[in-house]
């Protein structure tokens, strides 16, 4: 479940995950989905200028983080760039201690029950099921809902567009869209439009949450 500080920074249930090798056509996809009102967005560190694009996406009405933080060297560059919440793809206990200091939200990646709860104790604010599609999708998030009822949950990889209702009603508290939201089509040439049209999309569909 959310607690305020992830309500403030996921007010719609999802964030769109950029992760593109070119830093330009990054940096325009993010722009379209967040002028057509996504008001999350993650930018992974893998992306060139993955620093320099948080600083210049940051503004009123959108949070930006950091994803792809392995490192404590890289939550350092994401939060002196001004990040707003770390999002790491598996356990890493250095880069929640650097979260932690810094007073900022961390998410931590996990797969098992028992990595949950390692993440967990790592001091994780939300813990990411990754990858979600490939071992089980909205029923596996179902599954782990009996022994983790009160853990806020992300799930992130293979997610497609009429999938969010289900992850939603199973019990997911975010979903985090990559190439779905940012087709790579539509990316590499550039059409604002075709995004725009895929994030409404999107938000029409964490507004419905249909039974997974």
Known sequence: MLDARLQQLFPDRMAAVIRWSDAGQAEAAAR?????????V????????????????????????????????????????GAEYLVTPYLVPDVARVATRAGIACVIGAQTPTEVSQALAMGADMVKIFPASPIGGPSFIRALRGPLPDCALWVSGGVELDEIGPYLAAGTDVVGLTTSLFDPALVRAGDAVGLERLARRALAGALTPAAA
């Open 32 to 40: 379209a989905v967040i002028a057509a009102g996504f008001r999350s």
């Open 42 to 81: 993650e930018v992974t560190m893998s992306t060139p200028d993955a620093a320099g694009i948080i600083a210049r996406l940051r503004g009123p009405g959108c949070a930006v983080g950091a994803g792809t933080v392995v490192t404590a060297a890289t939550a350092d560059a994401a939060l002196r760039a």
